[in-house]
């Protein structure tokens, strides 16, 4: 898809944030319990054979395409495609299961004419922090005009109302804060050191 914009992402699209996206992706499948909702009726509430349904299914935001890849294991003959407004942390095409494509597209911008009314299910999760002057209207009917009639919208986001921390000890909150502080400044330290040879096998990779 031609003409999309490849605005800077505040984030970065290096080594160290493709990992956070990995980290994020964890956390959140275990705090909700799934990559797609057992609610959704086209998934069967978990009562239909995963391998017989076939189903179009979109992730938009995909970023490193983490989640299109494990819901296409899920669900081995349904087309899971993910989309991101930059390829720059998409793994090489040979490495994606089969039944995944990974694609630029402009989750605010202009629909292309071939997503329009072609899934079954839109997945979105987390994209609130780059919602531009927190206008979600174009976003939403994005979303809305890629499915098809009857088509599930699933989306997944951080309520900030609801933060806080659960500890045994409430007296112990602030030095598990400073922990977990000091955990992840080890951690993006760790990823931005190995950064450059992680890159550097990746564009060396040999080509099949």
Same mark, same amino acid.
């Given at each position: 898809?031609?003409?999309? &914009?490849?605005?800077?992402?505040?984030?970065?699209?290096?080594?160290?944030?493709?990992?956070?996206?990995?980290?994020?992706?964890?956390?959140?499948?275990?705090? %909700?319990?799934?990559?797609?909702?057992?609610?959704?009726?086209?998934?069967?509430?978990?009562?239909?054979?995963?391998?017989?349904? +076939?189903?179009?299914?979109?992730?938009?935001?995909?970023?490193?395409?983490?989640?299109?890849?494990?819901? $296409?294991?899920?669900?081995?003959?349904?087309?899971? &495609?993910?989309?991101?407004? +930059?390829?720059?942390?998409?793994?090489?095409?040979?490495?994606?299961?089969?039944?995944?494509?990974?694609?630029?597209?402009?989750?605010?911008?202009?629909?292309?004419?071939?997503?329009?009314?072609?899934?079954? %299910?839109? $997945?979105?999760?987390? %994209?609130?922090?780059?919602?531009?002057?927190?206008? %979600?209207?174009?976003?939403?009917?994005?979303?809305?005009?890629?499915?098809?009639?009857?088509?599930?919208?699933?989306?997944?986001?951080?309520?900030?109302?609801?933060?806080?921390?659960?500890?045994?000890?409430?007296?112990?909150?602030?030095?598990?804060?400073?922990?977990?502080?000091?955990?992840?400044?080890?951690?993006?330290?760790?990823?931005?050191?190995?950064?450059?040879?992680?890159?550097?096998?990746?564009?060396?990779?040999?080509?099949?």
């Amino acid at each position: 898809m031609a003409d999309v &914009d490849m605005r800077e992402y505040r984030l970065g699209r290096g080594f160290a944030e493709t990992s956070r996206l990995h980290y994020n992706h964890m956390l959140l499948k275990e705090a %909700i319990g799934y990559n797609l909702s057992p609610s959704i009726p086209l998934v069967g509430g978990g009562t239909k054979d995963k391998a017989s349904l +076939s189903l179009r299914i979109a992730d938009v935001a995909t970023g490193n395409g983490i989640w299109p890849c494990e819901v $296409a294991r899920e669900l081995p003959n349904c087309q899971v &495609d993910g989309f991101d407004v +930059s390829d720059a942390q998409f793994p090489p095409a040979e490495w994606l299961p089969r039944n995944v494509h990974l694609g630029t597209f402009d989750g605010a911008g202009k629909l292309p004419d071939e997503l329009k009314g072609k899934y079954d %299910i839109v $997945a979105v999760r987390l %994209i609130m922090p780059v919602v531009a002057n927190r206008d %979600i209207a174009p976003w939403v009917n994005n979303f809305l005009a890629m499915l098809k009639p009857g088509g599930y919208l699933q989306w997944v986001e951080y309520n900030p109302d609801e933060k806080g921390v659960r500890a045994v000890d409430p007296e112990n909150v602030r030095e598990r804060f400073q922990t977990v502080f000091k955990i992840n400044e080890a951690t993006a330290a760790a990823a931005n050191a190995a950064s450059r040879p992680m890159e550097t096998y990746s564009s060396n990779r040999p080509s099949t």
